[in-house]
């Protein structure tokens, strides 16, 4: 099992940054790829950005140069710095974890809302 908790989400006007972070504990060792996702009223979760247990990186191309994941094996931590914040980056910021394979089990965090006003 492994449990995650997220914190850092707040509101800031367009331009600005956040920091939010990810808190793991348990089966750390299980876990093969730590992701960052996002769920605006009305729409579907989506993938923002992830980060491998080797420290491969993906985003979504609307966050792309503006957001950077990190993970700090130390403190069983990953971070997602957000900058340029747009309006559009408005949404409920969950963290994920994902087991390895065949199991590949899925872990959320209780999700922190962001909310970037214009």
């Known amino acids: 099992q492994v449990q995650l908790v997220e914190s850092g989400g707040g509101s800031v006007q367009s331009g600005g940054s956040l920091r939010l972070s990810c808190a793991a504990s348990?089966?750390?060792?299980?876990?093969?790829?730590f992701g960052w996702y996002r769920q605006a009223p009305g729409k579907q979760r989506e993938l923002v950005a992830r980060?491998?247990?080797?420290?491969?990186?993906n985003y979504a191309d609307s966050v792309k140069d503006r957001f950077a994941v990190v993970r700090d094996n130390a403190q069983d931590t990953v971070f997602l710095q957000m900058n340029n914040l747009k309006p559009e980056d408005t949404a409920v910021y969950y963290c994920?974890?994902?087991?390895?394979?065949?199991?590949?089990?899925?872990?959320w965090g209780q999700g922190t809302q962001v909310t970037v006003s214009s």
């Open positions: 348990g089966s750390i060792s299980s876990i093969a790829v």
């Open positions: 994920n974890a994902r087991s390895w394979r065949p199991d590949s089990i899925a872990y």
């Open positions: 980060i491998t247990s080797v420290g491969g990186t």
